[in-house]
């Protein structure tokens, strides 16, 4: 029963946990060569096209997180420190909106004060704070989108997949944005506070000596407000939208694609998530660019100050990085998977037996 009941599971959820199901089948069928069996495993995780027979490690194990969390600290850690002169003007359109007056003046203005090296300001803390961020977001989005599918069963897996992606990546950010914080908290006084610090090495040392520990979390909680409607956002849309690409745009089903073909396709998915994540999580985003530069201040109080139309300043800018960054972290973080062999499943399905109850099959 058991083999044959979570087997069918697995090939119609993609997200649940096959090692778990691997053990069960192999008490009874101990005489299956370890390459059949590795397969199986493999199979368990999608339909039984040829695209998932040759995959360096089974769906949910050990080595499969870890390669994730890999994938995640490349998309996120270069992504971000290659738009760090956006960022940094977007930053400085935030907290000083009567110097900086668009982000051609906003560059024009950086680079006569401090020449085209201050554009990079900040990019250390940046690569580490993000490096690390992506290392959880993208690690911990694979262990709870699997944890939370096999507590709802495969039918509601299916039903909910949108709470379930809503709720997995909502998790994973929680534990990114602690990994995160301090080096945000330094990327922002250095690029907002002239004359507080050029590099990371000035900036954490005085910002502990001025304010203790504190200092380096006091903007978690707006990292919070932020990041994880951002985060919902980018993983639900993102895998919504790769789902009506193949059944309405792609003329051909994702097992035919090759896989630069699927690569276009998650490019594609992943900026058009990125638009509407720089929309939900913009006015936060401002808010925590305000109070990492001021002391003392807290974020209801930096809320009632920008106003309703204070918090959407720099939102171009925002969604034209935010659109590109995540566009291309998703690109990258595919491409770890298909470099290392990692199992890949496809859009997800109706099961068969939700099908017979809904009358949709004879």
Same mark, same amino acid.
């Given at each position: 029963m058991y083999p044959t009941a979570l087997t069918q599971l697995a090939r119609g959820n993609p997200f649940s946990a096959p090692l778990f199901s691997l053990?069960?089948?192999?008490?009874?069928?101990?005489?299956?060569?370890?390459?059949?069996?590795?397969?199986?495993?493999?199979?368990?995780?999608?339909?039984?096209?040829?695209?998932?027979?040759?995959?360096?490690?089974?769906?949910?194990?050990?080595?499969?997180?870890?390669?994730?969390?890999?994938?995640?600290?490349?998309?996120?850690?270069?992504?971000?420190?290659?738009?760090?002169?956006?960022?940094?003007v977007k930053c400085?359109?935030?907290?000083?909106?009567?110097?900086?007056?668009?982000?051609?003046n906003g560059f024009a203005v950086t680079v006569r004060e401090d020449g085209f090296r201050g554009l990079a300001?900040?990019?250390?803390?940046?690569?580490?704070?993000?490096?690390?961020?992506?290392?959880?977001?993208?690690?911990f989005y694979e262990v709870f989108k699997i944890f939370y599918s096999d507590l709802l069963g495969e039918e509601n897996t299916y039903l909910w997949r949108t709470s379930l992606y809503l709720a997995a990546s909502a998790s994973a950010e929680f534990f990114a944005d602690i990994a995160l914080a301090p080096m945000e908290a330094c990327k922002v006084r250095i690029q907002t506070q002239p004359g507080y610090a050029n590099t990371l090495r000035q900036c954490a040392p005085k910002?502990?000596? $001025?304010?203790?520990?504190?200092?380096? *979390? &006091?903007? #978690? @909680? =707006?990292?919070?407000?932020?990041?994880?409607?951002?985060?919902m956002m980018k993983f639900a849309c993102f $895998?919504?939208?790769?789902?009506?690409? *193949? &059944?309405? #745009? @792609? =003329?051909?089903?994702?097992?035919?694609?090759?896989?630069?073909?699927?690569?276009?396709?998650?490019?594609?998915?992943?900026?058009?998530a990125g638009v509407f994540c720089a929309i939900v999580s913009h006015p936060a985003d401002s808010v925590v660019s305000?109070?990492?530069?001021?002391?003392?201040?807290?974020?209801?109080?930096?809320?009632?100050?920008?106003?309703?139309?204070?918090?959407?300043?720099?939102?171009?800018?925002?969604?034209?990085?935010?659109?590109?960054?995540?566009?291309?972290?998703?690109?990258?973080?595919?491409?770890?998977?298909v470099y290392f062999r990692l199992p890949r499943p496809p859009p997800p399905e109706m099961p068969e037996s939700l099908k017979k109850k809904l009358g949709l099959t004879e």
């Amino acid at each position: 029963m058991y083999p044959t009941a979570l087997t069918q599971l697995a090939r119609g959820n993609p997200f649940s946990a096959p090692l778990f199901s691997l053990q069960k089948v192999e008490e009874p069928q101990q005489h299956l060569h370890g390459q059949r069996t590795r397969r199986l495993a493999a199979a368990a995780t999608a339909d039984d096209s040829c695209e998932f027979e040759d995959v360096s490690c089974e769906f949910g194990s050990s080595k499969y997180y870890a390669l994730c969390g890999f994938g995640g600290i490349l998309s996120c850690g270069i992504t971000h420190t290659a738009v760090v002169p956006l960022d940094l003007v977007k930053c400085r359109l935030q907290v000083s909106p009567d110097k900086y007056k668009s982000i051609g003046n906003g560059f024009a203005v950086t680079v006569r004060e401090d020449g085209f090296r201050g554009l990079a300001k900040g990019w250390a803390p940046t690569f580490i704070g993000y490096s690390m961020q992506g290392l959880c977001k993208f690690g911990f989005y694979e262990v709870f989108k699997i944890f939370y599918s096999d507590l709802l069963g495969e039918e509601n897996t299916y039903l909910w997949r949108t709470s379930l992606y809503l709720a997995a990546s909502a998790s994973a950010e929680f534990f990114a944005d602690i990994a995160l914080a301090p080096m945000e908290a330094c990327k922002v006084r250095i690029q907002t506070q002239p004359g507080y610090a050029n590099t990371l090495r000035q900036c954490a040392p005085k910002m502990y000596a $001025e304010e203790g520990l504190w200092a380096f *979390y &006091k903007g #978690v @909680v =707006p990292l919070w407000m932020r990041q994880i409607p951002y985060t919902m956002m980018k993983f639900a849309c993102f $895998e919504r939208t790769v789902e009506m690409l *193949y &059944k309405y #745009v @792609v =003329p051909k089903p994702r097992s035919e694609c090759s896989k630069p073909e699927q690569l276009v396709v998650t490019f594609v998915a992943g900026y058009i998530a990125g638009v509407f994540c720089a929309i939900v999580s913009h006015p936060a985003d401002s808010v925590v660019s305000v109070l990492n530069k001021e002391k003392g201040s807290t974020a209801v109080q930096v809320l009632k100050r920008l106003g309703p139309k204070g918090v959407w300043k720099g939102l171009v800018a925002r969604i034209i990085m935010i659109g590109t960054l995540t566009a291309l972290q998703w690109f990258i973080y595919d491409s770890v998977k298909v470099y290392f062999r990692l199992p890949r499943p496809p859009p997800p399905e109706m099961p068969e037996s939700l099908k017979k109850k809904l009358g949709l099959t004879e």
